[in-house]
């Protein structure tokens, strides 16, 4: 038993299996016979316990290898899984960061553009105004000249008229 190793089937002596010579004593035959068919097969029952515990036990280490290795090939794709999972969601994060971070510069851009153009349109407004304030006050110095142009008009007008009633009665 101490020489069985778990891998191998046991070795039986081959001499232990063969029969002696029968003795051709007619009464102790039968009982010599039954003895050594007894003997052989407890021998027989012996040797195939033997091997079929060698075998039981080298199913149980190739079974409990293979399942250490099926655990570690699990484990080793679970954990290869977990990382390209892990990586995906960092490069996501990264590239959602980098994307909100770009929007919120463009929309802080735009709202500086927004702020400045609404300071354009107010200088331009307050231009238009002063512009239109100015064309008024120009508009009004025109109406004046020409109201005071057609009041000389009108006087020298008079003026000739007396002028000429004067010289010519």
Request: charged share 35%; with cysteine; net charge negative.
């Amino acid at each position: 038993e101490d020489d069985i190793r778990e891998d191998e089937t046991p070795i039986v002596d081959k001499l232990s299996k063969k029969r002696p010579a029968p003795d051709f004593d007619e009464e102790g035959t039968a009982c010599a016979v039954g003895n050594e068919v007894q003997s052989m097969l407890e021998k027989f029952g012996a040797d195939i316990s033997k091997v079929m515990q060698a075998k039981k036990k080298r199913l149980e280490c190739l079974t409990k290898n293979y399942m250490k290795g099926s655990q570690h090939k699990l484990e080793q794709l679970w954990t290869n899984y977990h990382g390209q999972r892990k990586k995906m969601t960092q490069q996501y994060h990264q590239q959602v960061s980098s994307a909100l971070q770009q929007w919120e510069v463009e929309a802080q851009r735009a709202e500086e553009q927004e702020e400045k153009l609404n300071n354009l349109f107010r200088q331009q407004l307050k231009v238009l105004q002063q512009a239109r304030v100015v064309q008024n006050q120009k508009l009004k110095a025109v109406r004046e000249l020409y109201e005071q142009f057609m009041k000389n008009m009108e006087d020298m007008e008079k003026n000739h008229e007396m002028f000429l009633e004067c010289i010519l009665p």
